[in-house]
């Protein structure tokens, strides 16, 4: 079934003009309507000027990327004009206002609304433009205007009355302005019921782990992990988390490995820069099997990089992280929706197995926002694998790091019993007191890696299937090139038989290798990474052999747009 | 009743002779005469000669990484406040590697007590220098002699605003055992600097040396006076005062997080039915 209504709306200006509120406020207010919406952002690292946007896509369908063209352009400076009006479609609008841009434009598809004009008038101060370009922009959709104001009282409750009644007049003007004097805009908007819930990568992460029972989260702010710090900071009283800023990401991963150790499921989140200095900590709770949980939200390296901008090229860096041999685990979610499943996962594999995960994000999915009917929460059991209380206290002795069948030691917390629990990044016996014999280090490697390491990769799922199910194209991707992979398969399904094979749950690959007779019998294998030197490939080739020849690689900061993509992936199908 | 006998661990692997020997003496005799039992305290240490400590007695042992100490032993805190918590460090641990940990523990003010073996040398790696160091000794990694200031750790908490300041020396146990004790009934962040003679690598700052210049506080010194407290903190060369610098009653960092007021982390019951709600906002 083909979707009519598929329309994106970009909002672009300075730093500090406040394009972040209007694009959620106009995500939010679409989706309570019912419509499906799919946001991105593209910032830089600045708090006032330069050039920042946010697109959102609206559709009567789930829609999970950008596109390149655009329906609707809201320009609050005039870079937004002179960079993004080549990008609009056949019938694409312009909304902008010639007293702030100093200039008018007389072109028949640009809409000169008097934001400030209006916002002084009618909402009693400037600052209220924002607000009227939120009503302006409902208008030239031609939506309902009840919708929109429900939608801004809702998302002002908390501000009082006053502001509520000036933001909606506000929103007023700009809604009859734009309705009345836009003449040539025909937007087609569906009928559609249910509202929707919008969520970003970082929201499904924080809410993820909440659900999953944490408790402890230290953290050192770093685009783009700090929105999961400022939502766990949010949640914390009413959840009760202790939630810790640290001195340094060295800290930061110290503080969640005693706390762990002491007896609560405890996270972390960073990008590049930090996680290099959390290694050596990685490495330790590799020694002392701690269970903790590590958030990796990529953003293009090396070293301070793009702070703002994505790529997903820190794979190999998280796979090899850490001094020494130890297992750890590497889940990639490519939505907010397996970022959630995935976070509870990789608080139970920390937990069961005593070991580190890692959770590979990167900018693109951290920030951009995504909506649902709904999320189901139903199998989020929380299995607790500690050794407490009584089951504690009744053993006649404990050692923390007893050899084990499966590898796996009982994992008691201090306090609640008399027996002490003693553990050591240096190699330790059984109790967890220093030595230094071969025959002890022997026995404690094959404890860690040997036997917990098979235990692990029963643990893990293969990678996902969408599209044709006897493919003769493949496109192979990982982390949060699933959206727009995905959607190019869904338009290229009428032509080819495509498929896609999606990794999330990247290390280790599954004992189950079925799946990779998957690659023998593709025509075409077409690798797709946000990276320059292709990681993914490099890991499957490490781990199974299989080569890839073909890729396609985006390294400069920037998300794949969808028609870029299905450009890059033509070329390679016409040579075939 | 605790004896000494309950606090009997691994057999030390310290030099002859080493300053340790007699801080982990005293340390456990301030544990029997505490009552504080192995299970009801923890040890975080670090790696050096000093890092090795809570192998040789008996607790909870979280023994990490180089430098690490502070912020692991404030994890623990944080999520069951109450354990004891005791940190045990050197001074190359402490004051070099983990230097800025230091500095925010003291800012934090977590109820830890933090023990620093200070040698004045680099033990366990075989001599080089260390922060308190003193200028000009010569090193196989210092040839020229160390260049760099002395450092003065009692100096900076005290600027600090650390709420428990000390200064022991292994030679005098007695006197440390008590120091360890009133840092444990004292309420908020203690740092005890612990003057301890290596035998092996620092030929100048040996017992006779500490010997010579160390003296006790006594009663007419009054640790609340902060002026007072950092003068004493200046005092080197010929004259090194020992005991309680500086104290100063705050609160401290578990108790001024709300989510802490009742009961430990650990033993908070998980608030999962609240999963759903949250959820619901996000429409
Ligand atoms: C990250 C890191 N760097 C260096 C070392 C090597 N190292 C171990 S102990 C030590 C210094 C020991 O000096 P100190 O902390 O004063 O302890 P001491 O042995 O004197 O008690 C060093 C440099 C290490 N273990 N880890
Ligand atoms: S090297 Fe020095 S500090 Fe280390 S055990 Fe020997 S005497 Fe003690
Ligand atoms: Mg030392």
Redesign the interface.
Known sequence: MKSIMDYSIKIGGEAGQGIQTVGDTLAHIF??AGYYVFSHQDYESRIRGGHNFYQIRLADKPVSCSRSKIHLLVALDKESILLHEKELSENGHVLYDSFYLKEKFKKANFLDVPLTELAVKHGGSKIMANTVAVGAVAGMLGMDLMIILEGIKRSLAKKGKETVEANLNAAKAGYSFAHEECLTCSFMLAEVKN?????SGN?AIG?GA??S?L??Y?GYPMTPSTGIFNFIAE????????V?Q???E???????????????R?MTATSGGGFALMV??LS?AGM?ETPIVIVLAQRPGPATGFPTRTEAADLLFALHAGHGEFPKVILAPGTPEQALSLTYKAFNLAEKFQIPVILLTDQYLADSQWSYDG?D?TN?E?RDYRLRGEDFRGLKEYKRHAFTESGISPLA???E??????????EHDED???VEDAETRIRMVTKRLFRKMPLIKKDMSPPLLYGDINPEILLVCWGSGYGITKEVVDELSADYKIAMLHFSELFPLPEDETWLDIFTKARVVINIEQNATSQLAKLLQMETGIKIEKHINRFDGRPFTIDELKEKIDAFLKRF | MLSLKDFEGQKPAWCPGCGNFMILRAFNEAMVELGLAPHEFVLVSGIGQAGKLPHYTRGHTFNGLHGRTLPVATGIKLANHKLKVFAVAGDGDCYGEGGNHLIHAIRRNPDIKLLVHNNQIYGLTKGQASPTSMKGILTKTQPFGVISETFNPLAMAVALDCSFVARGFSGYSEHLKELIKEAVHHRGFALIDILQPCVSFNKINTYQWYKARVYELDNTYNPEDKILAFQKSLEWDDQIPLGIIYRVNKPTLEEQIPVLKEEPLVKQKLQLGKGQELLNSFY
């Not at chain 1, 914390?236 to 988390?241: E, Q, R, S, W, Y």
């Not at chain 1, 060295?250 to 609560?264: E, K, P, Q, R, T």
């Not at chain 1, 019993?417 to 240096?426: G, P």
């Open positions: 989706a309570r509202p929707k819930l919008v969520i929201e809410l909440i659900v029972g408790k402890f230290s949640h914390a009283l009413d959840f009760g988390l202790v810790e640290a001195e340094d060295i800290s930061a991963i110290n503080m969640v490995l005693g706390a762990s150790f002491a007896g609560v405890a050596e900590g330790l002392t999320l929460l989020f929380y917390i201090p306090g019993a008399e027996h002490v629990i003693v553990t050591d990044s240096d967890g007191h220093i």
